[in-house]
Each structure stands twice: as C-alpha cells, then as structure tokens.
C-alpha cells in the first residue's frame, strides 16, 4: 500500500464518516430533523423531498465510496453536495434570505453559521483531493497493465 | 493491503454508526419532543409546531422553553419569531 493508497484510503474513510454520521443522525431523530428543515428558509412544500432525499443521497455517497469500483463517482457526489450546503451555508451568512435560522441541537448541529462555512469548505477540499488522486491513482494502475503487456 | 483498506473502512463506518447512536438525544432527554412554550415577556404561551406555527432565528437567546413540572426550562436558543424574523416580532405566521 504506498502512500498515495494511503491517503486516499483517509480521505474515503473522513467522508464516510462524516455523510453516515449525519444520514444516521437524522433518521434517528426524523421528527427533529423535519422541525429543523421547516426552520429553514427554504418552502416548507419542499421538506416532504428534502428530508429523504438529503440522507438517502449521504447514505448512497458513503456506500458509493467504500468500493474502488465507485469511489470516484462517490468523490464527485461528495463534492457537489459539499459544495451546494457550502453555498446555502454562505447564502445564509450573506443574508441572502429572509432571516438566519439557528443551528440548533446534535453535535454538528452545534456549530455556528460561519463554523459550518469552514467545515464545509474542508470537506470540498477533502472531495477535490480525492478526485485529483483518484484520476492520478487509475492514470498509474492503467500504465502498470500497459507496461507488463508490452 | 486488503487487511488494511479493510479495517480503515470497518472502523469508519463503525465510528459514524456508533457516534450517531451516542449522540442522538433519547426520547426522554429530548426537549424538542415535548411541548414547546415561548416568553411573551410577561407569560409563557403555547407555541406550535417549529418551522410551522413559529421559527427560532439565529441568536444567544432562548427561542423556546419546555415544561419539566412546574419550570419552563430552555430548549431551542434563538429568538422566537411567526412573521418578518429579521425584526423578530411576534404577529401571526405567514411563512409558505
């Protein structure tokens, strides 16, 4: 296993981490989780999809990354749901919406706007880093195949 | 190798399993679960459904009290409002 395996293998385990960790948080409290997505200042016509696609698609992310076969689609998953909170996470600080709602309960949950905002940013980090190596790990393992045929 | 990627990714999953579980407040211990009451300044008054009959908006304060006997204890912080939060007054909700 060398050191890129390495990192790569850390970086599918964080996000993994961090989108089963929230999937599971949320079905075990549903009730909270759809009081806190009516808090929001999204329409509440839009919860009934939100509070099950949200999870389904960490749960989908998560799964998508434990296999090398799917890691890369998962990587790409991550970073556009990483990114769509970072932008609704900055939308709300820039009040772009009617008003702030809190951030209350849970563990994630507990962090401020601007806190959320940075957090997010280094899992789209997180998600970026993977791709790059992800694309430089299959560029490597395809020439090794190539090189023991010729 | 496989041994290694193997338990890297047994330990994650089992981490975010086991810490959703460890984390999430039980029933008992959960405040939002009961039934929510706001400070009119004077009184403490019924206050619905959060995200439907009211929002907590972004704040230091208490949004929402629960009863434990006779007490209102804090539960949700934040600034209890029904219409136009950014001013967080207290007329009737329209949101939706």
Known sequence: MNKRQVVLESISALLIMLFL?????????????????????????????????????????????????????????????????????????????EYVPCSCGGVIRKLTWPQHLVFNLFFVGLSVAGIILQRRSSFHSISITKNSFV | MKKIKLSIMTLAIALSIGGAFATSPRQSQDCQAATQYYYNGSVYVLAGKMGIDYLCATSSNICTYYKVGSTYVPCMNGVYCTQNCKTTTTPPKTKN
């Open chain 1, 21 to 97: 960790y929230a999937s599971v948080s949320k079905f075990l409290d549903f009730q909270r989780f759809i009081g806190e997505m009516n808090n929001q200042p999204l329409p509440n016509s839009w919860t009934p999809f939100l509070v099950w696609t949200v999870p389904s698609l960490e749960i989908a992310i998560s799964v998508a990354l434990i296999f090398e076969r799917t890691r890369m689609a998962g990587f790409i998953a991550s970073l556009a749901l990483m990114t769509l909170f970072t932008i609704y996470a900055a939308a709300i600080l820039l009040h772009f919406f």
